[in-house]
């Protein structure tokens, strides 16, 4: 249970003269719900592209479920079970609701292109479990009403639901979400800790969070870890993270401390 | 039970066969526009695959027809009547020839396909136009293809039947695949790149894929044209002739098939009826000289069809440039 299902060790990335994460080591257990916070320009986001292969770490590890995902390309490290959504929503915006989450189950077709233009029975077997599981996770969200529209129709809390929704479609074992709660007022904030507590024991997934609301990030994650100018500052139980002084300086500054 | 969309390929192609036995009694002014028609569906369908649902924008299909005219002319003068002079024998060859300039088509595709990983929008398009330039030149200069001369004097293999059936079956390729899961990877290439590859898809993959599927109908269109034509030439593949097939996807409607094919019609007949306009017996006179010069009149109706309808007849998606 307590295996490391990612294991960050020493994870370095470096823009030219400017080291944006840097020596960065943590765990995220699998079933785990790990929060990583930090004022803007921390390099959180930056830490979610290097686990999803976006960039390459200059040095340093990342490992997943046993094996180094470092040099792979991110559709290769989805396929081995860690899924995101983004900080700008990222959905398909010329697809229905329905075809954004179809999508995702693209990697997980047993039949290839050949069966895809003489359609036959395979085909359609196949096509109706994919259609199935599609509608399913759509029923779970409550997007069900909203299956045929245009994505863009959603309202800014039902397109990053639906980015979630679109996530869990590639079947993950770990899920990044970036900030997830940005632009939503507080009900929205608090049905989406709701969500995500439910998505994390319905799907028994790891669930690693990014996030700028304290309420968030308090109320649902065991662990949390503090990011300030791409290093590790603090790392610990909400009780913990709440009264550190290195963190409480980061955030407010020294006087405060 | 059968897939619409197949009993509609099946209904297509019957419906081909049946007009072509009675195609010796139309007009040969009007069989030539509608063959023209056939030809033009096939490569605005293609290329829409490509520039449509892939959002790759490439200006290079003309050179793609090019490899697959060529092809498929110097394998039927080569083979002549090898498999005999029967029917069956000269048909054989001929789907032969086709499938052949299909695949040499594709695999210029696939060399542009490449390039097509690392770059996007106008980048893309100005070396794909490099490579429609670069099969020209070297068909300019290759003797056994008649070089500058053009090469002639193949077979009229091309009918109604062989150019409508082979039209349906792009439709019918181009619909299934967009239509399908497994196909959702293109449209997914188009809206965004790095949400695709979050999601698991190779867009690697796809795009070539796009490019070395649009490629072969390009090259088999280009088969079609040689043996109907008898004679092609390599300025016959050039950057135009490239613009007119782009030119259809954006008027149809980019990544709507139907819309396209409208437009191949369209664009197809409209050239041919501003000619007639001008012998309407009754234009006033001072009009004349104006629609005498027709293709004024065809840059204009394309300007203002532009500017009313810029998503295209059919289209959703907008004439857009693609955010890097």
């Known amino acids: 249970m307590n295996a490391p299902l990612l294991q960050l060790d020493q994870a370095t990335m470096q823009f030219g003269g400017l080291k944006c994460v840097c020596d960065l080591s943590f765990i995220v257990t699998a079933g785990g719900l790990v929060g990583l916070i930090g004022p803007n320009g921390a390099g959180k986001t930056t830490v979610f592209n290097l686990i999803t292969g976006v960039y390459r770490p200059t040095a340093g590890n990342i490992t997943f479920a046993g094996k180094s995902v470092v040099g792979h390309r991110p559709y290769r490290i989805t396929s081995r079970g860690i899924a995101r959504t983004f900080q700008n929503i990222r959905l398909f915006g010329s697809l229905t609701v329905f075809d954004n989450v179809r999508t995702a189950c693209n990697m997980h077709l047993r039949h290839g292109i050949s069966h895809a233009l003489m359609r036959g029975p395979k085909f359609a077997a196949e096509n109706r479990t994919t259609e199935n599981f599609v509608e399913e996770l759509l029923q779970i969200f409550g997007l069900t009403a909203a299956r045929d529209e245009p994505c863009r129709s959603l309202s800014y809390g039902g397109q990053r639901r639906l980015e979630i929704v679109r996530a869990l479609a590639t079947r993950p074992k770990l899920l990044l979400l970036d900030e997830p709660a940005a632009g939503m007022n507080p009900t929205e904030k608090i049905e989406l800790m709701k969500l995500i507590r439910f998505t994390q024991e319905k799907f028994g997934l790891a669930v690693l969070l990014v996030e700028h609301d304290m309420k968030v990030v308090m109320g649902i994650c065991e662990r949390i870890i503090v990011l300030d100018y791409g290093r590790k500052i603090a790392e610990g139980t909400p009780t913990e993270i709440r009264a550190d002084p290195k963190v409480i300086a980061a955030y407010l500054g020294k006087e405060a401390a | ?324």
Request: glycine content about 12%; hydrophobic content about 55%.
């Open chain 2, 1 to 324: 039970m059968l897939e619409r969309t197949k009993i509609l390929l099946l209904a297509a192609v019957l419906a081909s066969a049946a007009i072509s036995f009675f195609a010796g009694s139309i007009n040969p002014y009007y069989y030539d526009i509608l063959i023209s028609i056939g030809i033009n569906i096939i490569l605005a369908t293609s290329l829409n695959l490509v520039n449509g649902y892939t959002g790759q924008f490439s200006l290079g299909h003309a050179g793609f027809m090019a490899a697959g005219a060529y092809g498929s002319a110097w394998l039927t003068l080569a083979f002549g009547y090898a498999l005999g002079t029967s029917v069956a024998g000269t048909t054989a060859l001929f789907v032969f020839a086709l499938t052949a300039g299909g695949l040499i088509a594709a695999l210029a595709g696939l060399a542009v396909g490449v390039p097509s990983l690392r770059l996007r929008g106008d980048y893309l398009a100005i070396v794909t136009l490099g490579f429609n330039e670069i099969i020209k030149s070297v068909i300019q200069n290759a003797e056994p293809l008649g070089a500058q001369r053009g090469l002639g004097g193949m077979v009229a293999h091309t009918n109604f039947f062989w150019t409508f059936a082979l039209a349906a079956l792009t439709v019918y390729v181009v619909l299934n695949l967009v239509h399908s899961t497994y196909g959702s990877g293109f449209l997914a290439v188009r809206d965004d790149e790095i949400a695709a590859e979050a999601m698991g898809i190779n867009t690697t993959k796809y795009k070539v894929l796009a490019f070395v599927i649009g490629a072969f109908f390009a090259g088999v269109a280009g088969g079609l044209y040689a043996h109907f034509k008898q004679f092609i030439h390599p300025e016959g593949f050039n950057f135009l002739r490239s613009m007119d097939i782009v030119v259809m996807v954006i008027l149809g409607g980019m990544g709507s098939t139907i819309g396209v094919c409208i437009a191949a019609v369209l664009l197809t007949i409209l050239p041919e009826g501003l000619r007639a306009l001008a012998h309407l017996p009754w234009l006033p006179d001072w009009l004349r000289p104006i629609a005498e010069n027709r293709m004024i009149l065809y840059s204009l109706l394309l300007i203002i069809l532009m500017i009313t309808r810029p998503q295209g007849l059919f289209g959703t998606l907008g004439w857009k440039r693609k955010k890097a």
